[in-house]
Each structure stands twice: as C-alpha cells, then as structure tokens.
C-alpha cells in the first residue's frame, strides 16, 4: 500500500470531520472501499488500527459501516492474529482531544447498523477496531449506517423493461438526510445488479415506479447483487463498485425477503374470455418466468417464432386465443406501440409454425411420442 493513498484518505477524512454527515461520510467510505486492492486491503486498515488519529477512527468507523461482511472478512484474513496489532483498549484509551463520546459509553451500536452485518463487523480484530473507534468518536459517527427504512418502489427502467430499478427510501435516527438507494437490475442477462445510486428523495419524482414492499424489494437488491457475484466478468456500470456497500447494507436494514416470486403474472386479471386463452396464458408465464416486466418486441418474437414452436405444445383453441392473450397482457405491463405492433406481425405465423414438426425441440419431440 502507497504512503499517498493512507495520507489521501487521512486529509480526506478531516475534510469529512467537518462536514458531520454520516451519509456523505459513508459513501465516501464505499468509493474508498472499492479502490483498495486486494492485497492493500490490511496493510491499510493496519495502519488505520495504530494510526489512532480522530481521522483514522473516522475511516475506521465508516468502512465498517458500509462493509456488511465485516472488516476482517474485507482482508480475506478472518484469523488475523489479535497481538499482531496495536488494538486500542475501550477501557484504557480515552477519547483524544476535541472528539465528544456520545451518550451511552459502551453502549454504542456497532458501525454496521442492525441488520447491516453488525454481527460480522464486530467479529474480529478489525471489526472490534472499528467498534472502538465509533466509541472514541463524535456522536455524529455513531448515526453511520443506522437507518430507518421508510418505503420502496420498483418498475421499469426503460420502456421494455430490459432493466428494473428497485428503490429504497431511508433516513437517519435524528431525521436528517433523508436519502433513496436505486439499483438497476438487469433483466436480459439474468437479473444482474448492474448500477446503483444514491441520491435525494424527490429523485423518485422523475422515475415511473410503483409502490412496493420494503423487504422484498430489499430482496431482490441482494438477490441481483449476489447474480452479479457469480458472473465473471459481468457488464456493469464503473460506478456500480463505489455504491454498491451502501446499496448492500441498505438493504439488509430493510428486512429483506430473499428469492421472492414476482407477483406480476398473478396480479394479472385482464384474461379474454375465450376457450383456449387461460391454456394460452399458461404457456406465455411459463416463458416471460420471474422476469415478466421484460416484454420487448425483441422478446414478443422470440416468443412467437422459436419458444412456443420448440418448446410448447398448444390445442387449437389456444393458438387461436394467443394473439388476444398478448394484446391484454402487452397492455397490462404497459408494452410501448412498437411491442403491439410485434404482437399484429408475429402472431398470424404462429399456426404454421406450431404445425412444422422440424421446429420442435427434444421435449417436446418426447412429451409428443408420450402422448400417441
């Protein structure tokens, strides 16, 4: 690790003492987070540990808070040895001069906030560090990551709904600095996590979301930061790594629920009465899954003309009632004039196309043969 980047991060910390904004303070440690290399990682919160300055409890105190993992689990050293480091005492260290120790003494939350990964930033010798840093601090640093959760909203990004936006409303303890977390997730790729923003409330004044449940959008955040982690190389935004531990611990305030179905399709109600249309809507869930915002005429296509002749096996009466199914369910999720317009070209193809035997695929073949 460079001298230049402990000193940057140190005059930068004391700019932060100033301001007194817990959430300015985090988002400042979760760009610095993302900038550490791995293998800088220790050296740097070492040096932090035995610094001792008001600015180094500072950083201390603010990468635990956006770190949901804990600080030692940061290093990739969850064993780091406790009598390798200089770890201040809570009861032999008093505060250095000018730092106010908030009300409460030993009392005070762990950085990482309830249901922030608190327990894992308290584990080890790094994350004990960083708890006694927010002991020895302003109260003001107490505040970092302990928020309330206070709404949440979710839709389409984009008019084809290629990505969602899942937005969580928060604010501090003391009322102030009331903040929205947005992540865009894509949909084409699986459900990526692929940019995030933190930004003022009436934010959400530009954005077409809906209301929704806190946790199962807190959910879903997790759930397509966690997609993102499994994909090498996966296609997101450069500013997606500097957000992303205020955005993760975030949600984990809000009570997540994890893996819960998209209640798109069962809130649907706009079925035409004609035979063969709930056999028809039957297949079209099947293939729109737990991504049913994306409907594009890119995917009305792919519907049309390859999944349902490769895949599906349809009477008559639903082959005939599948155009008015997509009508009402392209209104539904509100499909722009080009999807409507796909829906109209494609959908006079489908009885040749699920009549050419050559395009089925294997399952089908099979699930045939079974029923002759």
Same mark, same amino acid.
Not at 170 to 179: A, D, Q, T, V
Not at 322 to 327: D, H
Not at 363 to 368: D, L, V
């Given at each position: 690790m460079s001298t230049s980047t402990f000193d940057t991060a140190i005059n930068q910390a004391r700019d932060l003492l100033r301001w007194r904004s817990p959430l300015r303070t985090e988002l400042w440690a979760a760009r610095l987070t993302a900038s550490l290399r791995p293998e800088e990682r220790e050296p740097f919160l070492r040096r932090l540990v035995s610094d001792q300055s008001d600015e180094a409890r500072l950083i201390l105190a603010a990468l635990a808070a956006v770190t949901p993992e804990g600080l030692d689990a940061l290093t990739g050293e969850n064993d780091v040895p406790a009598d390798d480091l200089d770890t201040p005492s809570g009861g032999n260290n008093a505060?250095?001069?000018g730092l106010?120790?908030?009300?409460?003494?030993n009392d005070v939350p762990t950085p990482a906030? @309830?249901?922030?990964g608190a327990g894992a930033a308290d584990a080890g010798?790094?994350?004990?560090a960083a708890r006694e840093a927010v002991r020895a601090s302003r109260e003001w640093v107490a505040r970092m990551g302990r928020v309330s959760c206070e709404g949440a909203w979710y839709g389409k990004a984009d008019p084809y709904g290629e990505q969602v936006l899942a937005a969580l409303a928060?604010?501090?303890?003391?009322?102030? @600095?009331?903040?929205v977390v947005v992540v865009a997730i894509d949909q084409v790729n699986g459900g990526l996590a692929v940019d995030a923003l933190v930004e003022e409330v009436k934010f959400l004044d530009d954005l077409d979301l809906e209301v929704a449940e806190p946790g199962v959008v807190a959910g879903r955040v997790l759930d397509a930061f966690e997609v993102t982690d499994l994909v090498m190389g996966a296609p997101v935004a450069e500013t997606l790594a500097g957000v992303r531990g205020v955005a993760v611990c975030r949600a984990r305030v809000a009570n997540p629920v994890r893996h819960s179905p998209d209640d798109t399709v069962a809130r649907f109600k706009d079925l035409p009465e004609l035979p063969g249309a709930e056999e028809a809507f039957e297949k079209l869930a099947e293939f729109v899954g737990d991504r049913p915002l994306w409907w594009s005429p890119a995917r009305v296509s792919q519907f049309l003309t390859s999944w349902l002749p490769r895949e599906a096996i349809l009477s008559d009466a639903a082959i005939e009632a599948?155009?008015?199914?997509?009508?009402a369910w392209s209104r539904f999720v509100g499909a722009q004039d080009e999807v409507l317009r796909r829906v109209e070209e494609d959908t006079p193809r489908l009885p040749a196309l699920m009549a050419d035997d050559s395009l089925a695929g294997l399952?089908?073949?099979?699930?045939?043969n079974r029923r002759h």
């Open positions: 505060p250095a001069s106010d120790t908030p009300a409460g003494g906030g @309830e249901g922030a010798v790094f994350g004990r928060f604010r501090y303890g003391n009322g102030k @600095e009331p903040h599948m155009p008015e199914v997509l009508r399952g089908k073949r099979i699930a045939q």
